[in-house]
């Protein structure tokens, strides 16, 4: 295929961020050159960029993730960034959420084939999944919505002080002022922006950080995760 030539070779410090997962990353990178770019899910002219934009732009989230979380990647398309960060962190329990099947079957041939244990596939949109999945220490993103709508579908997955880890581009700051009344009424108790990637990827990756409280989403969404539990509840003892 015409597209997995344009793949360029690894660049030498991606063996060091993968390690022993180099070859997976290798493969993934392959996938995504080629079926990726045949089912529409990476443009063709993102191919020569995989590495440098897409790959190593997303492992070094691992930078600033706690150890042995349990993380849910929104909107997580072609496993960006949830994938690269499952190669580097065999530590954490991630959960890939995409409500597209084309996508999801993508991500789930993928984590068959790099054997990636501590990853599940699930099909849905973050606003019907909560009170279904667990609450996660850690949300993840990039490139899904501006930083309020983000906030909106991630922060209510969160348990109770969890972050929301956002990967975004020049315009972060500007994102994070517009979104700071959204924030707060999530229950959002602290911002920041951080720059990851120092020698590995230039410019750095970008990072909004969102901290919550006690009531991840806000008193709306602590009423729906009350009811949510009082109903897995009552179809246990069912």
Known sequence: MTEAAELPPAPEHARDVFGDRFADAVRYAELLAEAGVQRGLIGP?????????????CAVLSEVVPEGVTVCDVGSGAGLPG?????????LKITLLEPLLRR?????????????????????????????????????????AP???????????????GEMLALKGD???????????????????ETSILHVGEGIVDPMSTVVRVEVGESPGGVRFA???AKAART?????RR
């Open 45 to 57: 002219r993102e191919v020569p960029r995989l590495w440098e934009r897409h790959l190593l732009n």
């Open 232 to 236: 897995g509840r009552t179809r246990r």
């Open 171 to 189: 315009t972060a700051e500007e994102e994070l002022k517009a979104a700071s009344t959204a924030l707060s009424k999530l229950g959002a108790v």
């Open 104 to 144: 999801t079957n993508f991500l789930t041939e993928v984590v068959e084939l790099l054997g990636l244990d501590h990853v599940t596939v699930v099909r849905g949109r973050a606003e019907e999944v909560m009170g279904k999945l667990p609450p996660v220490h850690v949300v993840t993103a990039r490139a899904v």
């Open 83 to 91: 994938i690269p960060l499952a190669l580097v962190r065999e530590d």
């Open 223 to 225: 009423a729906k995760r």
């Open 147 to 161: 930083l309020d709508r983000l906030a909106t579908w991630g922060i209510p997955l969160l348990r109770p002080y």
